[in-house]
């Protein structure tokens, strides 16, 4: 039987299950097969004719798929819901050095700031869980030092969670949580922190537990900061798989677990470290990881931006190759890609590693549609003269709607968007503080 592989919030209607199997010679019978079982589905992805809805994504394999598609016992089925149609409004999470701002608006057009939440304080990133849909913020007090706080609506009040915070035997203190993480089982998300350890909590975020198979490390004292420390900024579950996952550290490189955190190995076969002697490279683990995103539909596939290139991976991270030839700069921190096309990705390039600004002061989106066999420059409605704006590396996201849309906010308080993934820009917000993250919540 093929595997079906469900997506919120068609998961519900199947009893929270993530992946079914099904039997059938075509996409159309499959379905119906997947109906068959679970009689809450009738009607969410087949039409009464048997064709597909309109604002459902079927793809079989990674690749998109019609009700006519064959399929065989071992393919797999990815079922998504494209969020186009009905409302056309948005909800979008912009964290900065001074609060969390929560904007809304009609898409495509000026969003407006409907609340303000943590107030000269550091929002380092924040999110929404779109199986609970619960929303996150990693906070940094000046005082206090960095929290995450929960909240069921961002414009009300927001509780305070116990953690992320070491254990006394860990010797450390965390800095900084740079990115919360929706996990493959209920109710889990992970965490990564500064100084590069990695936390999950079971219970939806209140509580929160050390991995000790990341931080107990042997080399662990030889590990090298990159200039904003040592940063656990990058988690990638495997879809359906809870026991795969893939990190990223600045600056310690890729790690890869098979068995959900208990243990982990490195993985940076093809990734270079230009800015070490070339002696030095072959035996170095200070590898500077900016960014890193997973495929949904095609997990084995990876994008990662370096300290100095922009790398894919076909082969769930074991290696790498540089697909940065075609851009104007191969550094930088920003990285989106397209969760319906495994093909698609894109970078906001900034200058060396000393100025980090975009390049020729003109703002530039590139997109690549071949997986970064080329690459394409998007500059309508950007600022293109005198404009030397920095990027972060969380400030880049896109809402994973049809046609895709993507955010990003920039360290000068801007945030541009777009609704026709990326081709044209438009300033929904002028003058925020400087942007550390942007998430589309709606």
Known sequence: MAMVSLHPPLRDLAGGLREVPAGGVTVADVLRSLEHLHPRLTGWILDERGDLRRHVGVFVNGDKATAATPVGQTDRVDVLPAISGGSDDTELLVGTKKGLFVLRGRRGQRLDVVAR???????EYAMRDPRSGRYFASVTHGQF????????????DWEQTDGPRFPDDAGATVERIWVIQPGETDRLLWAGVAPAGLFSSEDDGLTWTLNRGMWDQPDRATWQPGAGGLALHSICPWPGDPERVAIGISAAGVWLTEDGGGTWRRSNAGLVARYLPEEARPTSTDLCVHNMHRAPLRPERLFLQFHGGVYRSDDAGESWVDIAPGLPSDFGFPL????????????????????????????????????????????????????????????????????????????SGEVFGSVDGGTSWTLVAPHLAPVSSVRVAS
Do not use: K
């Open 336 to 411: 989106a890609i397209d969760p319906r096309d495994p093909d698609r990705a894109w970078v906001i390039p900034l200058l060396a590693d000393r100025d980090r600004v975009t390049p020729d002061g003109r703002v530039r989106v590139y997109e690549t549609r071949d997986a970064g066999v080329s690459w394409t420059a998007h500059a309508d409605g950007l600022p293109q003269e005198e404009a030397y704006l920095t990027v972060l590396r969380q400030a880049f996201c896109h809402d994973g709607r049809d046609p895709l849309g993507l955010y990003f906010g920039a360290t």
């Open 145 to 156: 030092g960095p929290r995450v706080f929960v909240a069921d609506d961002p414009t009300g």
């Open 117 to 123: 939440a943590f107030a000269g304080s550091t929002v």
